[in-house]
């Protein structure tokens, strides 16, 4: 059996196909890295959430020790002692 030629539009549209192939896995690709740098935002913030209520912890054990117990009212800027 002879090899048989493509036409120019059966090559033009396996072309076609195989590009938009490519760009499939290049998306999923981009989208794996997008993934992993959202990953690395998140603990990056969840790093920084633990480190702000640790601090928020630590004023608040400082405030009571020089005011004792009881709340603040920061649009007033007055400790508000419990009864």
């Known amino acids: 059996m002879e090899n048989t030629k493509l036409t120019q539009?059966?090559?033009e549209k396996l072309t076609s196909l195989q590009q938009k192939s490519n760009n499939i896995v290049a998306e999923f690709g981009?989208?794996?890295v997008?993934?992993?740098q959202?990953?690395?935002r998140k603990n990056d913030l969840?790093?920084?959430y633990n480190e702000t209520?640790?601090?928020e912890v630590e004023f608040g054990k400082e405030l009571s020790e020089k005011y004792g117990d009881g709340t603040i009212d920061l649009a007033k800027g007055e400790?508000?002692?419990s009864k």
């Open 38 to 40: 959202m990953e690395a």
């Open 79 to 81: 400790f508000i002692p």
């Open 9 to 11: 539009e059966e090559i």
């Open 30 to 32: 981009n989208l794996e």
């Open 46 to 48: 969840i790093a920084f």
């Open 34 to 36: 997008l993934k992993l």
């Open 53 to 55: 209520k640790s601090e």
